[in-house]
């Protein structure tokens, strides 16, 4: 449209564009918009709404194209065409957008363009600074050397902190921790910039702290303000100022006459608290030590040892005075001096000497205490203290000697003797003379114990718990009871035999044997476990001494069970080998009781553990067995399409390994009539002991009134009441209704059922009574429990149930 335009308007067409052009630029001059925002903003915050600032109708922004042009190479700014909203796009960092600039603010120049039709608009963005980076040093450890010499107030300049930030946000101060030797000096640069110095304020001392750690903090002016530090050590160099110092002013030492040159009679130790060369030390005679000294002796000049060079003599000087000096290599060299006098004594040359008069080398372990084992004199030829002499023992024993005369001495016994705890003993005497130094010699005595039978035989243990498996083989090795006996020769030669004890007639020799050399037990024969659980009996070992000497251990054998007995089937009785043949009615119930098979094993209580199991069943869904009280059930009503005659196959397996079983067959036929019913209820009994005679008594006899009361009280109410219903089968059943008119051809009615299932619950510890009932009434098993005071045997009850 321009280019159509200025064809048309030819003639005015160069004053036309250049007054477009003034006009454009005059008018983009007048419309810079500017905008002031902290740096670090985060994504997406607002900076201004650019339609409203600059007029623009914000529903024809997002018809036209909209541009803006950022004079840097990120694009940290745009604008939303739906608000015209200039916003962020990236956090800008101050530091990074200008990092030359040391003002507080740094500009962004921004075109806004709008095409349709063209408009520029010309947008500055302040970013000014926040406190956000915190002053560092270039380096986290600053070391610095200072003499220890230097004087107070002496300076020493440190790095300064650098802060990326500018203004009040930059480096302010410092801070040094606490120090009484040092402080700093903060001044400011033409720049603004603060330089700290470290600034003694006390003289130091490398002898009493050679470093001294420090932390310079650097804090810059921001709010809340920020911090760096840098780890500060000043190490204290050394001056000599410290001069060399003995242990002691003065050394007195003795030296015997004749000592052999090369023999260092003293090592002198000076110190000096400097270091390096200021601490090196010369020792040297001084003047004051005569000629004759210094050829009598020599000064090591590095170590400080004093060495013997020529021979002493006590008659020639007893007195030796040495001045020695320690010189230190500093630049201005510091010395000290000490006095060394040395006491030359006669020398004790001649050694003492020990004769033993007389010897019992052999004796017996109880040898009396007091009893005289040697006679021992002692001699010196020296005199005075040097030929004065003690005899001693080197050690403690058993012995003491008692000091006869001057030159005499018995050795006696101190204390009982154990030849078990020490065979022979060696005797080291000692003889010393009372010289300086003293001089020694030494002579041993070898006494030997001879064995006296005073130790009876131990076993290692009191108790012996042998498990021993049942069926083992006659002959077979239990174990070994071994004794020690500490005795010697035939005080030591042991002997085992069994200690006799009967058992029901039978003695224990004929059960066990024992070697009676090494101990080792035996089984003479085959045990049951079925017969015998366990055996108790003594088993002595005698030495062979005189007197001899003996002890005795308890033996605990106990027979340990195998699973070797097969489970027997009491019931359903039957002949060995035979099918039991029982009938039912048609119409029974589901859940009816149908059989009950017992089995009893007589291995121990683990292997004796019965469970049951179907092996053959003419119909899986018609019975069902427990596995653990081998009851069958009916799981259903019979059915017309049911077989009348099923056969069951039951097996009883115990619990041992391997486990044996037996098996039952059990052939059931089916019949239209009710068989006569029998309930049975299971009542347990305890057999008390007859201490327990009285409280029973008693407890029956209250029990007795009580139930007499009762029976009263219930006849005068049955008086007035209605005949009432018979009762339902009690909770306890465990055989089901049946008619009583096939009653005794049934399982239930069958007496050897009865006895077999009393054999079974009194291995359990109850008595089972079949009681029968007026007609038309139910017959009930019963068991006593133990603590009604029944005491029968299991014959009795036997005879009673029969009866």
């Given at each position: 449209?321009?280019?159509l335009l200025l064809e048309l308007m030819k003639p005015a067409r160069r004053w036309l564009l250049l007054f477009f052009v003034l006009w454009a630029t005059w008018e983009t001059a007048l419309s810079v918009t500017r905008y002031s925002i902290p740096e670090e903003m985060e994504r997406g915050s607002v900076v201004a709404n650019l339609a409203a600032d600059l007029g623009l109708d914000v529903s024809e922004l997002a018809q036209r194209e909209v541009k803006l042009d950022i004079f840097h190479?990120?694009?940290?700014?745009?604008?939303?065409?739906?608000?015209?909203?200039?916003?962020?796009?990236?956090?800008?960092?101050?530091?990074?957008?200008?990092?030359?600039?040391?003002?507080?603010?740094?500009?962004?120049?921004?075109?806004?363009?709008?095409?349709?039709?063209?408009?520029?608009?010309?947008?500055?963005?302040?970013?000014?600074?926040?406190?956000?980076?915190?002053?560092?040093?270039?380096?986290?450890?600053?070391?610095?050397?200072?003499?220890?010499?230097?004087?107070?107030?002496?300076?020493?300049?440190?790095?300064?902190?650098?802060?990326?930030?500018?203004?009040?946000?930059?480096?302010?101060?410092?801070?040094?921790?606490?120090?009484?030797?040092?402080?700093?000096?903060?001044?400011?640069?033409?720049?603004?910039?603060?330089?700290?110095?470290?600034?003694?304020?006390?003289?130091?001392?490398?002898?009493?702290?050679?470093?001294?750690?420090?932390?310079?903090?650097?804090?810059?002016?921001?709010?809340?303000?920020?911090?760096?530090?840098?780890?500060?050590?000043?190490?204290?160099?050394?001056?000599?100022?410290?001069?060399?110092?003995?242990?002691?002013?003065?050394?007195?030492?003795?030296?015997?006459?004749?000592?052999?040159?090369?023999?260092?009679?003293?090592?002198?130790?000076?110190?000096?608290?400097?270091?390096?060369?200021?601490?090196?030390?010369?020792?040297?005679?001084?003047?004051?030590?005569?000629?004759?000294?210094?050829?009598?002796?020599?000064?090591?000049?590095?170590?400080?040892?004093?060495?013997?060079?020529?021979?002493?003599?006590?008659?020639?000087?007893?007195?030796?005075?040495?001045?020695?000096?320690?010189?230190?290599?500093?630049?201005?060299?510091?010395?000290?001096?000490?006095?060394?006098?040395?006491?030359?004594?006669?020398?004790?040359?001649?050694?003492?000497?020990?004769?033993?008069?007389?010897?019992?080398?052999?004796?017996?372990?109880?040898?009396?205490?007091?009893?005289?084992?040697?006679?021992?004199?002692?001699?010196?030829?020296?005199?005075?203290?040097?030929?004065?002499?003690?005899?001693?023992?080197?050690?403690?024993?058993?012995?003491?000697?008692?000091?006869?005369?001057?030159?005499?001495?018995?050795?006696?016994?101190?204390?009982?003797?154990?030849?078990?705890?020490?065979?022979?003993?060696?005797?080291?005497?000692?003889?010393?003379?009372?010289?300086?130094?003293?001089?020694?010699?030494?002579?041993?005595?070898?006494?030997?114990?001879?064995?006296?039978?005073?130790?009876?035989?131990?076993?290692?243990?009191?108790?012996?718990?042998?498990?021993?498996?049942?069926?083992?083989?006659?002959?077979?090795?239990?174990?070994?009871?071994?004794?020690?006996?500490?005795?010697?020769?035939?005080?030591?030669?042991?002997?085992?035999?069994?200690?006799?004890?009967?058992?029901?007639?039978?003695?224990?020799?004929?059960?066990?044997?024992?070697?009676?050399?090494?101990?080792?037990?035996?089984?003479?024969?085959?045990?049951?476990?079925?017969?015998?659980?366990?055996?108790?009996?003594?088993?002595?070992?005698?030495?062979?001494?005189?007197?001899?000497?003996?002890?005795?251990?308890?033996?605990?054998?106990?027979?340990?069970?195998?699973?070797?007995?097969?489970?027997?089937?009491?019931?359903?009785?039957?002949?060995?080998?035979?099918?039991?043949?029982?009938?039912?009615?048609?119409?029974?119930?589901?859940?009816?009781?149908?059989?009950?098979?017992?089995?009893?094993?007589?291995?121990?209580?683990?292997?004796?553990?019965?469970?049951?199991?179907?092996?053959?069943?003419?119909?899986?869904?018609?019975?069902?067995l427990d596995q653990y009280n081998g009851e069958i059930r009916t799981m259903r009503m019979f059915s017309y399409r049911d077989s009348r005659d099923q056969r069951l196959v039951v097996i009883a397996k115990d619990n041992g390994e391997p486990a044996l079983s037996a098996t039952v067959t059990i052939k059931l036929s089916t019949v239209e009539t009710a068989l006569k019913t029998y309930t049975e209820v299971p009542l347990e009994y305890d057999i008390f002991s007859d201490l327990n005679l009285?409280?029973?008594?008693?407890?029956?006899?209250?029990?007795?009134?009580?139930?007499?009361?009762?029976?009263?009280?219930?006849?005068?109410?049955?008086?007035?009441?209605?005949?009432?219903?018979?009762?339902?089968?009690?909770?306890?059943?465990?055989?089901?209704?049946?008619?009583?008119?096939?009653?005794?051809?049934?399982?239930?009615?069958?007496?050897?059922?009865?006895?077999?299932?009393?054999?079974?619950?009194?291995?359990?510890?109850?008595?089972?009574?079949?009681?029968?009932?007026?007609?038309?009434?139910?017959?009930?098993?019963?068991?006593?429990?133990?603590?009604?005071?029944?005491?029968?045997?299991?014959?009795?009850?036997?005879?009673?149930?029969?009866?």
């Amino acid at each position: 449209m321009l280019c159509l335009l200025l064809e048309l308007m030819k003639p005015a067409r160069r004053w036309l564009l250049l007054f477009f052009v003034l006009w454009a630029t005059w008018e983009t001059a007048l419309s810079v918009t500017r905008y002031s925002i902290p740096e670090e903003m985060e994504r997406g915050s607002v900076v201004a709404n650019l339609a409203a600032d600059l007029g623009l109708d914000v529903s024809e922004l997002a018809q036209r194209e909209v541009k803006l042009d950022i004079f840097h190479n990120k694009k940290y700014l745009d604008v939303n065409k739906r608000t015209g909203e200039l916003f962020i796009v990236e956090k800008m960092d101050r530091e990074t957008l200008c990092p030359t600039k040391t003002t507080t603010t740094c500009f962004l120049k921004l075109d806004l363009i709008i095409e349709s039709p063209l408009r520029i608009f010309n947008i500055e963005l302040g970013i000014t600074d926040i406190n956000d980076n915190a002053p560092h040093f270039r380096r986290d450890r600053i070391e610095l050397d200072v003499s220890e010499s230097a004087s107070p107030g002496e300076k020493f300049s440190l790095p300064n902190a650098f802060d990326p930030d500018v203004g009040a946000n930059t480096v302010k101060t410092y801070k040094l921790s606490e120090s009484e030797h040092f402080t700093v000096d903060i001044h400011s640069g033409s720049d603004g910039t603060k330089y700290v110095d470290l600034v003694l304020m006390k003289a130091l001392d490398r002898e009493e702290k050679a470093v001294h750690n420090l932390i310079l903090t650097a804090i810059d002016g921001g709010v809340p303000a920020r911090s760096g530090t840098a780890n500060f050590i000043v190490r204290v160099q050394d001056t000599n100022d410290n001069a060399p110092q003995f242990d002691q002013a003065v050394y007195s030492l003795n030296i015997s006459e004749n000592s052999r040159a090369g023999t260092v009679i003293i090592i002198l130790n000076a110190t000096d608290a400097d270091e390096g060369p200021n601490a090196d030390l010369t020792y040297l005679f001084t003047l004051y030590t005569s000629e004759k000294t210094q050829e009598m002796f020599s000064l090591n000049s590095n170590t400080g040892e004093i060495v013997v060079k020529g021979t002493i003599d006590y008659e020639d000087m007893k007195i030796f005075e040495m001045f020695v000096e320690a010189k230190d290599n500093g630049p201005v060299p510091l010395s000290g001096q000490c006095r060394v006098t040395v006491y030359v004594k006669d020398m004790n040359d001649n050694y003492p000497e020990i004769t033993i008069k007389s010897l019992k080398n052999t004796v017996e372990e109880n040898i009396p205490v007091g009893s005289v084992i040697a006679l021992v004199g002692v001699s010196d030829r020296d005199t005075e203290d040097n030929g004065k002499v003690n005899l001693i023992m080197n050690k403690s024993l058993p012995f003491i000697l008692n000091k006869s005369s001057d030159y005499l001495y018995e050795l006696l016994v101190s204390e009982t003797l154990d030849r078990e705890k020490v065979p022979e003993y060696e005797i080291m005497l000692v003889v010393t003379d009372e010289g300086n130094p003293a001089l020694s010699d030494n002579e041993t005595i070898t006494v030997h114990l001879l064995d006296v039978n005073d130790n009876a035989p131990q076993f290692p243990q009191t108790f012996y718990t042998i498990p021993v498996m049942e069926n083992n083989a006659p002959g077979a090795s239990l174990s070994s009871l071994t004794a020690i006996d500490p005795d010697l020769n035939e005080n030591q030669y042991l002997v085992y035999f069994i200690i006799e004890k009967e058992i029901v007639n039978t003695s224990m020799s004929m059960l066990f044997s024992i070697n009676p050399e090494n101990g080792n037990l035996y089984a003479l024969k085959t045990f049951d476990y079925e017969m015998e659980k366990e055996f108790l009996f003594h088993i002595e070992a005698r030495d062979s001494g005189v007197p001899p000497l003996s002890s005795n251990v308890t033996v605990h054998i106990i027979i340990m069970d195998q699973n070797d007995n097969t489970p027997l089937i009491v019931s359903p009785w039957r002949a060995h080998g035979s099918e039991v043949k029982e009938k039912i009615p048609r119409s029974t119930d589901k859940g009816t009781l149908i059989a009950k098979v017992i089995a009893i094993d007589s291995d121990s209580v683990h292997n004796s553990r019965i469970t049951y199991q179907f092996l053959q069943n003419t119909d899986a869904t018609l019975f069902s067995l427990d596995q653990y009280n081998g009851e069958i059930r009916t799981m259903r009503m019979f059915s017309y399409r049911d077989s009348r005659d099923q056969r069951l196959v039951v097996i009883a397996k115990d619990n041992g390994e391997p486990a044996l079983s037996a098996t039952v067959t059990i052939k059931l036929s089916t019949v239209e009539t009710a068989l006569k019913t029998y309930t049975e209820v299971p009542l347990e009994y305890d057999i008390f002991s007859d201490l327990n005679l009285y409280l029973v008594i008693g407890l029956g006899s209250v029990s007795f009134l009580l139930l007499i009361t009762i029976l009263v009280t219930i006849v005068l109410k049955c008086q007035k009441a209605k005949p009432s219903k018979a009762a339902p089968p009690c909770r306890n059943s465990v055989i089901s209704e049946r008619n009583s008119t096939i009653a005794d051809s049934t399982l239930v009615s069958n007496d050897a059922y009865w006895y077999s299932l009393f054999l079974a619950e009194t291995r359990k510890g109850k008595l089972v009574v079949r009681q029968p009932v007026p007609k038309g009434a139910r017959y009930i098993v019963s068991s006593l429990p133990r603590s009604t005071g029944v005491t029968e045997t299991s014959d009795s009850a036997a005879s009673t149930l029969q009866q």
